[in-house]
């Protein structure tokens, strides 16, 4: 599709999950933009009232709240990225696991400062993955927890939400655009040029932001876990907010990012998060057993260095 006089590019942003959404589109003119704006922002609210851990009436702190044995009725959204998250962590071997909520409050990653009491529980606790302890049953919509179990979304929700915009955009007759939340992006049809999207790849430094290096996307999404966005200090040393889940403490080695690219948001968010955990060397394997589009950026001595897995990137020879 190639652009025309009559053609208006659109920025749409807005609050959402302590950060902003963003949509990008070009729409033909005469386009109101501002009923597209009020379902954009309508559907991010709808995910944020449901799976956040800042919020004291959200489902998902009802459901870590309901006893042990309890089926607990949810709505289908909340379903759907537990079903998912579930069936990451069950391809991960469990690296990727949303029963985390108590290490992630307790190291202060949540609503409330890090306290060392909640730190000697989380690292002591007999831990099974979430893929163990939840019985899901999508046909009655809820949710039963066969086990003590706190539950946290942040390495899913977010690429939830942006699907969820991407499905307004098309639900308002809009073919093509760009939207995101906090760097997790997704691409709809091309630019008005015919091109694809073009989306940074963010260089994993502490103190400023720069791009590492390009994406042209198509109709895929991309998201990238890191350690350099969100960390607590701790003796002097930085620790990365993504959890190892066998001891329920923030990461001791891991790659400075991993960005995955996937059909889906919420897909490429819980990769990024698993391949994290694994490291570079188990991430990669699982990454190309599972066919999956990944770059791994490790930091060393002569600056960082990149592995791509996939046909999205470059993967050097062996």
């Keep these: 599709m190639s652009k025309t006089s009559t053609e208006t590019r659109q920025a749409l942003n807005g609050p959402t999950m302590g950060t902003r959404w963003s949509a990008l589109v070009f729409a033909p003119e005469p386009f109101d933009a501002a009923p597209v704006r009020a379902a954009l922002q309508a ?27 309890e089926w607990v009725a949810v709505p289908p959204e909340l379903m ?17 696991d949303l029963g985390l909520g108590d290490a992630v409050t307790a190291w202060g990653f949540g609503p409330e400062a890090a306290d060392p009491a909640r730190i000697r529980a989380a690292l002591q606790a007999d831990r099974r993955p979430a893929h163990e302890i939840l019985t899901l049953d999508p046909a009655g919509g809820r949710i039963r927890k066969e086990a003590p179990l706190q539950i946290d979304l ?25 939207v995101g939340i906090d760097g997790e992006m997704r691409a709809l049809g091309l630019r008005p040029d015919g091109q694809p999207w073009t989306v940074a790849v963010e260089a994993p430094d502490h103190d400023r932001r720069s791009p590492q290096s390009m994406l042209a996307l198509e109709e895929a999404a991309v998201a990238t876990s890191g350690d350099y966005r969100h960390w607590v200090e701790v003796g002097g040393k930085r620790l990365s907010h993504t959890m190892d889940p066998h001891i329920g403490a923030p990461l001791q080695a891991s790659p400075a990012s991993v960005t995955v690219v996937a059909p889906r948001c919420a897909e490429a968010d819980a990769w990024a998060t698993a391949l994290m955990v694994l490291g570079t ?14 770059l791994f950026l490790s930091r060393g001595p002569d600056g960082v260095t990149p592995l791509g897995i996939g046909t999205l990137f470059a993967e050097p020879p062996t």
């Design 281 to 294: 060397e188990k991430g990669a394997a699982l990454a190309r057993r599972m066919g999956l589009s990944a």
């Design 154 to 178: 942040n390495g899913i929700a977010k690429g939830f939400g942006v699907d969820q915009l991407a499905e307004v955009l098309r639900q308002q007759g809009v073919p093509a655009g760009l």
């Design 43 to 69: 559907a991010v609210d709808r995910v944020d009232t449901q799976m956040s851990l800042w919020k004291p009436d959200s489902d998902l702190l009802r459901l870590n709240a309901a006893p042990v044995a």
């Design 80 to 96: 759907q990225v537990l079903q998912l998250g579930l069936t990451v962590g069950a391809a991960s071997g469990g690296a990727f």
